[in-house]
């Protein structure tokens, strides 16, 4: 007879992810085992493999959940009748929403992903590229100008957007909504202020 689903299964299973990325943030995926991510999971090594076979399997679920929430929350904000400049300044703000209460899922991200096999990689890159590109266009509306026929360029300001939203991350990370506000807008007028002048 095939074995029930219990009803607190996704709940469970989110309590995994949850704790696997601190223990892997802050131990590093390599050195956390099985018998240690089911300790602070507060359950035993057999029921943690109920839910995965592997370290693998948990690392991977972490990151596509992650990524995966992310682009979808990012790429699907309603952007219609603002102004470029409008379009810039709500997606960055909702960047660093996004990212707050991930700061270990973030930390995986960056730390993790190679421990992955290359298909499993490609998936994921897909995710930050479809983020990526979200925030490229609208600097290529913001400054169309600046941007034409200028590749290299263009993609070199879209990731120092990236580049200035992850220094956040890193500094600010217990951050509540109205710094993190305060700062998007900072982003988003040095951004507005520097690509026009390219």
């Not at 956390?32 to 370290?55: P, Q, R």
Request: glycine share 6%; charged share 30%; hydrophobic share 35%.
């Amino acid at each position: 007879m095939a074995r029930t689903i219990a009803k607190d299964h996704d709940q469970k299973r989110e309590q995994i992810l949850k704790t696997a990325a601190k223990v892997f943030a802050d131990q590093g995926f390599d050195r956390a085992s099985m018998t240690v991510l089911a300790k602070e999971c507060g359950i035993s090594k057999a029921n943690i493999y109920h839910y995965y076979d592997s370290k693998d399997a948990i690392l991977y679920d972490i990151l596509e959940t992650y990524l995966h929430e992310l682009r979808d929350r990012i790429c699907n904000v309603d952007l219609s009748g603002l102004t470029p400049e409008q379009k810039l300044q709500k997606a960055v703000r909702e960047i660093l929403y996004a990212y707050q209460g991930a700061d270990d899922e973030h930390r995986v991200q960056i730390s993790g992903m190679n421990a992955l096999t290359e298909e499993q990689q490609q998936q994921l890159r897909g995710y930050q590229r479809d983020l990526v590109n979200f925030v490229r266009d609208i600097l290529k509306e913001l400054a169309p100008d600046s941007f034409s026929g200028a590749k290299d360029k263009l993609r070199a300001a879209t990731m120092s957007v990236f580049g200035m939203l992850n220094w956040y991350y890193m500094w600010n990370t217990g951050a509540g909504t109205k710094a993190r506000e305060d700062y998007a807008d900072l982003v988003s007028t040095l951004t507005v202020h520097g690509v026009r002048r390219l």
